[in-house]
């Protein structure tokens, strides 16, 4: 509004021996000395309040909702109910969407992964060290160890440069928008945009593209809440009455 005013009134900037209130120099010195705001935090600092979110992590819950597309181009509908405790490496992930996948659900504990099947009441048992279990849908780290569950977007997305976008409104909250590019150019991930919820510190959406910019996926984590107390009982709980497949070597 003061720069306004003084746009209009030209004169005011040119009257001879005009004193400033000594309150207004207290005013910038109060605004100089205030802490940076939320928005200015860097690269480092968002990464570095992801990493203590998650090694306090006890438990979490969220719906995962999104969508897939295939190499034909075919849009795949996510709905994914997921519970979570990460230090007992226990994930327990129930489809709702797509429609094929409805009922089934599956269950990491610790070095096993059961892959439930509604239709057949059948639980397969693979073992989660294995690269090619669910088709190589966990991740593994070099060591060939077990996929973890884990917020600390530093970990999921190693071998990718971190950059700062912008700052913006979600149905979450304000978040920090960032884009992680990956280093190996013949990688099938280019680069990946995360929203990052400011203050609850996790990622709200993921954003999956190859290096043209053509998506591969895109995810959100809605309701997402920690810290509840579940039981792992719950969380790894298989029908006792299902037929056991073990697949594992």
Sequence with gaps: ????????????LRRPGRVRSPWIYLL???????????QDLSVDAILDRLKESSET?????????????DPDGTEIILEIEVEA???????????????????NFIVLDGDIIYNYLFLTNQVMLLDATDP??????????????????????????AGFKATVMDYISTPAGDSYLMRFDN????????????????GDWYPYRLTYFQADGVLL??????????DQGLVKE???????DAEVIDERN
């Design 132 to 157: 090619d279990a669910l088709g190589g849908l966990l991740p593994q780290s070099e060591e060939g160890e077990a996929f973890e569950p884990s917020l600390d977007l530093e970990e999921i997305l």
């Design 183 to 198: 280093l190996d150019p013949k990688a099938a991930v280019g680069y990946v945009e995360a929203q990052i919820v400011d």
């Design 217 to 226: 996926f895109d995810l959100v984590l809605e309701d997402f809440r920690r």
């Design 57 to 69: 992590l006890v438990d979490a819950s969220f719906l995962l909702t999104g969508r897939l597309i």
């Design 234 to 240: 719950d969380v790894t709980f298989i029908p006792a």
């Design 28 to 38: 910038y010195l109060t605004v100089l000395s205030l802490p940076a705001s939320a």
């Design 85 to 103: 405790i990460p230090k007992a490496s226990a994930v327990r992930a129930y489809f709702i969407q797509p429609d094929a996948l409805a009922d």
């Design 1 to 12: 509004m003061r720069s306004q005013y003084l746009h209009r009134n030209p004169q005011r």
